[in-house]
C-alpha cells in the first residue's frame, strides 16, 4: 500500500479489525519511511454495478465518488470519518442487497440524504442544495423548513 504522505510503498500493518458487520477489514498501517500512519479498508469486490446519471449516461459505481459527496457535506462538520465510512458502506450494503447490476444516480443521492438527516442536518440541508440543484433562496428555506417541521 503506498503511503498517501511521502508515496513510499514500503509500509506495516500495526492493526486490523474487522468492521461493517464483518464485510470489510480496516487496518491501521505505518510508512517505515516518514514514520506516519493511516488508515486502510479492504472489502469483497461485488458484480460490477452501473450508475445510470441523470443525462442517461451509464458509468461504473465509484463509493469513492459518494464518500467525496458526503465528505464535502460535512466539512467543518462533527462528523467523523468513521460516520462517514459507516454511511459509505451502509448504502453500499443496501445496493448489493437489491442484486442489481444497474441503479438511477438519484436513488443514491435518496439514500445520502436519508442518512445525513440522522447524523447532520447542516450537512443534510448542504447535499441536499447540491443533491436537489436549489435555484434560489426560497428553496433552500423550504427544504430547512421541511427538515425543522418533520422534527416534531
Given at each position: ?70 465528505w ?23 445496493i448489493?442487497?437489491r ?8 436513488d ?45
Amino acid at each position: 500500500m503506498r503511503c498517501p504522505y511521502c508515496h513510499s510503498a514500503n509500509d506495516k500493518v500495526v492493526n486490523s479489525r474487522t468492521c461493517q458487520d464483518g464485510d470489510a477489514i480496516r487496518r491501521r498501517r505505518e510508512c517505515l519511511d516518514c514514520g506516519r500512519r493511516f488508515t486502510t479498508f479492504e472489502y469483497i469486490e461485488a458484480a460490477e454495478l452501473h450508475v445510470i446519471k441523470s443525462n442517461g449516461e451509464r458509468e461504473t459505481f465509484d463509493r469513492q465518488k459518494i464518500k467525496r459527496g458526503i465528505w464535502r457535506a460535512c466539512e467543518k462538520r462533527s462528523v467523523t470519518e468513521e460516520d462517514i465510512e459507516n454511511v459509505v458502506s451502509e448504502i453500499e450494503k443496501e445496493i448489493q442487497n437489491r442484486m442489481i447490476t444497474e441503479l438511477r444516480a438519484g436513488d443514491i443521492g435518496e439514500m445520502v440524504l436519508r442518512r445525513l438527516r440522522k447524523i447532520d442536518e447542516v450537512a443534510y440541508i448542504r447535499f441536499a442544495s447540491v443533491y436537489k440543484s436549489f435555484r434560489d433562496a426560497a428553496q433552500f428555506r423550504d427544504e430547512a423548513l421541511g427538515l425543522l417541521l418533520k422534527k416534531d
